[in-house]
């Protein structure tokens, strides 16, 4: 039934959003799009408040899953969302936290048969053949997904054992482009060029979440019926953050990835950590960036911060010359 779609992923693009990633708009045929969207589990009726979306997607199949930028907690989100203190975010480097719920139960035939492509060999192969991902080194996870206010996961380019990831936009509700609820592709900003450095030479530090000052964005997901793929790297920052009245309609896709099955034991370092410009005393004592930049890269910065001295010095000289004459 859906072959038609291994035929658009095979024959479509690498390209630069800015990092290499497949971007595809009207990814399904408008008949099986309309189908998805208008389906009872996805197209939820309307609630009146927090208690009464989580009756509604519990009746209809959905389970709360821990998820990155989540807690799994209902009592703890409703009362989270009745106030939005930000004592209660999921990460430093975020100013809120949202929940996910994940379709498990009571699928209709039409959806069982979309999650069973989405789980099938042909599926995963031909993602594995864009990205040249070996189907023997990796396990799969994929399911959809409904996720609710305050849901925010601050720029950051994926943990080390991702392989791939997708994602596509099957939002049920008019508008819902226009919505605060989309994923942002970004680039860190040049003063911040050398955190990409730092995870590019030290393989055994794990990549963290990032302020989303430090990031511009280049692109956001926000069509509906369009799906990305990329193979997490360095820099393949990407966030979320949704701030929408969710009881009408919520932001929803068809989410999955590829995991290496092999665990990597990595070091860990935060933001803050990162951050060579501030002032250290205001810090937790942990590992700094500095500990561990390469002394090439040192050297580098040392030789670009020399060269900047010099061309401002002699701009200075000229300048004092000329006001002498």
Not at 12 to 18: F, V, W, Y
Request: aromatic fraction near 14%; include cysteine; proline fraction near 2%.
């Amino acid at each position: 039934m859906f072959d038609y779609l291994l035929e658009k992923i095979s024959s479509s693009s690498i390209k630069a959003m800015p990092f290499d990633a497949i971007y595809i708009e009207d990814f399904f045929s408008g008949e099986h799009f309309d189908a998805i969207i208008n389906d009872k589990a996805i197209n939820l009726n309307k609630t009146s408040d927090d208690q009464s979306l989580f009756d509604e997607v519990f009746k209809n199949g959905y389970k709360i899953i821990d998820f990155p930028g989540c807690i799994s907690s209902e009592k703890e989100y409703i009362n989270w969302h009745n106030h939005k203190s930000l004592d209660s975010r999921s990460n430093s480097a975020c100013e809120s936290f949202g929940l996910t719920v994940r379709l498990l139960e009571n699928k209709s035939e039409f959806l069982q048969s979309v999650d069973d492509f989405f789980n099938s060999n042909k599926f995963k192969e031909a993602l594995a053949e864009k990205f040249s991902i070996d189907l023997n080194n990796v396990y799969f996870d994929n399911g959809i997904q409904k996720y609710f206010d305050g849901y925010e996961i601050s720029p950051h380019p994926d943990i080390r054992r991702k392989s791939l990831t997708y994602m596509v936009n099957i939002n049920p509700f008019k508008n819902s482009e226009n919505a605060d609820i989309h994923t942002h592709y970004l680039q860190l900003k040049d003063k911040y060029q050398y955190i990409q450095k730092f995870w590019e030479h030290n393989k055994d530090f794990e990549r963290c979440w990032l302020p989303w000052d430090w990031c511009e964005t280049k692109f956001v997901q926000n069509k509906n019926n369009s799906i990305v793929v990329f193979s997490p790297n360095n820099d393949t920052i990407h966030a979320v953050r949704a701030n929408y009245q969710h009881l009408h309609g919520q932001r929803t896709q068809i989410y999955g990835n590829f995991w290496y099955k092999k665990k990597l034991t990595l070091k860990t370092i935060e933001w803050e950590n990162l951050d060579l410009s501030c002032d250290r005393s205001l810090v937790k004592k942990q590992l700094s960036i500095k500990d561990f930049i390469p002394a090439s890269i040192k050297q580098l910065f040392k030789e670009k911060i020399l060269r900047a001295d010099s061309k401002n010095y002699t701009k200075l000289d000229t300048q004092s010359k000329f006001s002498k004459e």
